[in-house]
């Protein structure tokens, strides 16, 4: 059998047997791995603390013919506990590794890796406004998807301007010039922002709460 040690996130967890759990675990590289965790549901086991979702572990598998691994260590390097104390906070962090694990399952990106872990990292943050958290969330997606906004170019393949005011066209993916549309220069400017940055640079970023609610129903049209 080979052993491999990384840290991992824990995306799902699945009781097995009288004490045990299937794991899927996405681990540094942007790999998505099952990995059978024995005995981690007895009361006295040394694993059971370190594979909490919304957790960051070091784990170390051991992988054979199977391609189920088996876990046999896991040190817990961060808890993100603050994420339990909010309902919505929670909510979405099921979101997250729910929908990291479906992406994951069509391609091997390690991308995924870091967007999960700044994701948990913002959301144990109540600082952080909710709607950056997820208008970041579904931008990544959206790119990592191959669908991603395109911030330089409306509809007809003219420069978006900052005198004009646009409306998203969902079936073109692009804006479109609409004198009563939503979607200003200062949306597309906090789009950009949103892209390159994370959300705890984003947070520091004044007067945005006007635009936050029209950015996240964007991002997360965009992102399906």
């Known amino acids: 059998m080979q052993s491999t040690k990384t840290n991992a996130i824990v995306l799902r967890r699945t009781n097995y047997g009288e004490s045990d759990r299937i794991l899927q675990l996405l681990t540094a590289d942007g790999s998505k791995v099952s990995a059978m965790a024995r005995g981690v549901r007895k009361e006295k086991s040394k694993l059971a603390g370190a594979v909490e979702l919304f957790s960051l572990t070091q ?23 603050e994420i339990l104390n909010d309902y919505d906070r929670l909510q979405f962090g099921y979101e997250v590794l729910k929908t990291i ?4 399952e069509h391609t091997h990106e390690p991308l995924l890796y870091d967007v999960a872990l700044v994701a948990l990292q913002s959301l144990n943050q109540p600082k952080i406004d909710l709607r950056i958290i997820r208008a970041w969330f579904y931008l990544q ?45 200062d949306h597309l400017k906090l789009l950009k922002v949103l892209k390159l940055k994370t959300p705890t640079v984003v947070a520091h970023i004044s007067g945005i709460e006007v635009l936050l609610d029209d ?6 049209a965009v992102s399906e």
């Open 101 to 104: 694990g479906r992406l994951s």
């Open 215 to 220: 950015i996240t129903s964007l991002a997360h």
């Open 141 to 185: 997606v959206a790119d990592i998807s191959g669908h991603g906004l395109n911030l330089s170019r409306d509809s007809s393949n003219k420069p978006l301007l900052e005198a004009e005011k646009y409306r998203f066209d969902i079936a073109e993916m692009s804006f479109v010039i609409d004198a009563r549309g939503n979607f200003t220069a």
């Open 59 to 81: 784990v170390t598998l051991h992988t054979g013919k199977s391609d189920l691994s088996i876990l046999t260590s896991a040190r817990l390097e961060t808890f993100y506990g």
